[in-house]
């Protein structure tokens, strides 16, 4: 007997990120025909700051791959901006950033040795990206 | 060259999104036809592949999901209408080419985005209720 309850949650969450997602993505348009998500990017962190602000990682982000990323809400960039603070914590100049929709894509290897740093804004193992996303823009973009 | 091959080699991604969309329908179908205790790899298979896809893809696999969802469960459960009701109308305003329509042009999403926003918005606001009301007769019953 499938536990009903469970796959409501399911549902709802999923539901509740699409409704966040749908309606924060107008960036997006301008590359709707072009990248579609794909690809990853790399930003430079000054290396004197050890938290950079994530906004400011995000719009130049924007200004130097829009095309790369489409098919991402802000609050998911936002949440990869997070991310990268801790990166530019291990004094990485030029991060690669790619992008993890599952907890399967996750790359867990030295971002710097392996040039290529997959991350989830995961706080515990057994969390799904929607639930932190979710969490994230809470935490940073407040719309009430 | 057949336009299906034109169109394989033009976007590759829509391709992972049908991939996807398969595989989230295969994941429930799966949890809905197991009999006894289902595996929690399935319902974390459906969340995964539900959850890669974009919004305007998912809606579709939200219609398909309810209906089948509803055809699963008993005559008298409470959401077994609703559910049905839910997946029908979605599937009666959401053409099985909307996502290719989406995809092909940007100025037909941004005329559906919002409105798309709040049929999540009520989707989500669906399921919380019914996850709530489906847990507490759990509670009742057990």
Do not use: W
């Not at chain 1, 025909?33 to 690809?39: E, I, K, L, N, R």
């Not at chain 2, 034109?6 to 992972?16: F, G, Q, V, W, Y």
């Not at chain 2, 399921?127 to 507490?136: H, I, K, L, N, V």
Request: aromatic content about 8%; charged content about 25%.
């Amino acid at each position: 007997m499938p536990d009903f309850v469970r796959i409501f949650d399911i549902l709802g969450t999923i539901a509740e990120r699409n409704d966040a997602i749908t309606r924060q993505q107008e960036f997006a348009l301008q590359a709707l025909t072009s990248g579609f998500g794909q690809g990853a990017f790399s930003i430079t962190v000054p290396a004197n700051v050890n938290t950079p602000d994530p906004k400011q990682i995000v719009a130049k982000a924007f200004q130097e791959n829009t095309n790369d990323l489409y098919g991402y809400s802000d609050t998911e960039l936002v949440a990869i901006a997070v991310a990268k603070s801790d990166a530019a914590k291990a004094e990485t100049k030029v991060v690669h950033v790619d992008f993890a929709r599952t907890r399967d894509d996750v790359v867990t290897d030295d971002p710097v040795k392996s040039g290529r740093h997959v991350f989830l804004p995961l706080s515990d193992s057994n969390e799904s990206n929607v639930i932190s996303f979710a969490r994230y823009r809470e935490q940073l973009m407040p719309t009430g | 060259m057949t336009s299906e091959t034109l169109r394989e080699l033009a976007n590759p991604i829509t391709n992972r999104y049908e991939i996807d969309e398969k595989n989230a329908i295969i994941a429930l179908q799966s949890i809905l036809t197991t009999r006894g205790p289902v595996p929690e790899e399935n319902y974390r298979r459906f969340q995964i592949y539900l959850s890669r896809l974009p919004p305007y893809r998912s809606i579709l696999v939200y219609s398909h999901a309810m209906k089948a969802i509803a055809s699963r469960m008993e005559e008298g459960d409470p959401h077994r209408d609703a559910l049905k009701t839910m997946g029908q109308a979605i599937a009666e305003h959401v053409s099985p080419d909307f996502a290719e329509k989406i995809e092909e042009n940007p100025e037909a999403y941004e005329d559906q985005r919002m409105l798309l926003a709040e049929n999540f918005n009520q989707i989500a606001t669906f399921m919380g209720q019914f996850r709530d009301e489906a847990t507490q007769r759990e509670c009742k019953d057990a």
